[in-house]
């Protein structure tokens, strides 16, 4: 070698020397990345300062499997080979740091070859992922409770990103809308379960809910209705909410199926108004007494006793109050049987209504006992029977007026009998013979024997003959003269 390539190598020692110091340099400064070189022997011959930081200042010329912890090797766990950087393997294995702990390094490890393809060793570099595995495990956890939860609840739980397409859809919704979770993923949720007659006021509200995340139903619960995948609505109870993530408000929907309950409601509301009904037109009321506090009244049974369900509030005292003084003793009595498990039976009494009326009632109730014969609660009837007292009081007031006229009746009947029978009376002289012989003139026999008495008169025809005897006698008369 000459003197010229001498200098030449010389030249090209230092420009090596100096690229080395310089890569050395830029490759200590790196704050978080751990890179090291091994040779074959996996022995460490090179740390950045960041490795010599994590491992310790004595790492050099230290093996690699020295700081494993656990079954792995330097190129074991490998997750995945890079598709666009061949020859580049990943690592990710737990490694003891200087301090003891243990400590989880992602590694990124690519093999170093001489000009032949001899392998020299190893270069690699680490991040230490502990904080961000401990961080998915935690969520993996958060996730996994919330999917246990979500995926065992009978109630459907919906997710809609700020598109308004769906996000989550768990088993529930599928039974109770019909479609499978596939279909519903990524799909405009109004258009999938909201009745086309509601379309208009979800668009009028929905930009308001992107920019603030408010709405007329954010934080209440609504009964609306629901379309199911085969057409049919059905009546649910929605409960919604609003989240932010990543500057984007999502919705997440609480939703039950309340057909049936609704059903149940629309039959029991049914024969509450026909019990109603029926209690208005038989003036009956009902009462639930559960022996301490307030009494529960229906109705009617408010005003059966004249009283508004607005301002009166039924308790004991507040009834007896009710009740015309003269029955107060006996009602209470009634009311002591009843809660000592006694059957007392009907009770008629009189209540006088704020109004200054009277009417008369008729009660009936019974005491419901526990197990241990304890009572629970008494519950019972009340009937306005005004009418039928009034009625009642008519029909004695009658009967007594009818007695008296029947009493007249006998007595009269017994009159006529003393002249009842077969009367001897004079052919010429119209006389009547008594029992014992004697003839009378008539109105003297009638006289003794009956209360009768009489006045005088003369008929028609008596009056007609007498005048023509009259005008007989006064032309024989004058014949005469």
Known sequence: MNQCER????QFKQELSALFSRQEAMLAVVPDVIIVGT???????WVN???????????????????????ETACAAVLSPSDDHPGLIRVQSWQRRRD????????????????????????SSARDITEQKREEERLQKIEERWLAITESTQDAILIMDPEGRVSYWNRAAEGMFGHARG?????????????????????????????TGQGAGIGKILDLEALRKDGQEI????????????????????????????????????????????????????FLFEMTGPIEWSEELYHLYG?????????VESFLNLIHPDDRQSMQEWIAGCAAGEKPGELDFRINRPDGTMRYVKGRGEVVLDTKKRPLFMAGTVMDITERKQADQEIQQYIAELAEKN??????????????GLLPICASCKKIRDDSGYWHGVETFIAEHSNAEFSHGICPECEKKAYEELDAFKSSRRRRQ
């Open 307 to 315: 009283v508004s369900p607005d301002t009166f509030i039924p308790t």
């Open 100 to 123: 003891g702990e243990k400590r989880l390094l992602a590694w990124q490890c690519r093999a170093l070859k001489d000009a032949n393809g001899n392998d020299l060793g190893y270069l």
């Open 183 to 211: 279909e519903a993923i990524g799909k405009d949720l109004h258009d999938l379960i909201v009745p086309s007659r509601f379309h208009s006021a979800y668009h009028s509200a929905y930009q308001k809910f992107l920019q």
């Open 407 to 420: 009493n007249e009746l006998q007595d009269a009947l017994t009159d006529i009998k003393q002249l009842s």
């Open 49 to 71: 300062q960041a490795g010599l930081a994590f491992f310790g200042d004595d790492a050099i010329g230290r093996e690699a499997a020295f700081y494993l912890m656990g079954e």
């Open 235 to 286: 009546s649910i109870q929605l409960s919604l909410s609003a989240i932010q993530i990543n500057n984007g408000w999502h919705a997440i929907g609480l939703i039950r199926d309340t057909t049936e309950r609704k059903h149940t409601e629309n039959a029991l509301l049914k024969k509450e108004r026909l019990l109603s009904e029926s209690q208005r037109l038989g003036h009956i009321g009902s």
């Open 7 to 10: 200098a030449e190598c010389q």
């Open 39 to 45: 040779d074959n022997h996996k022995i460490y011959r």
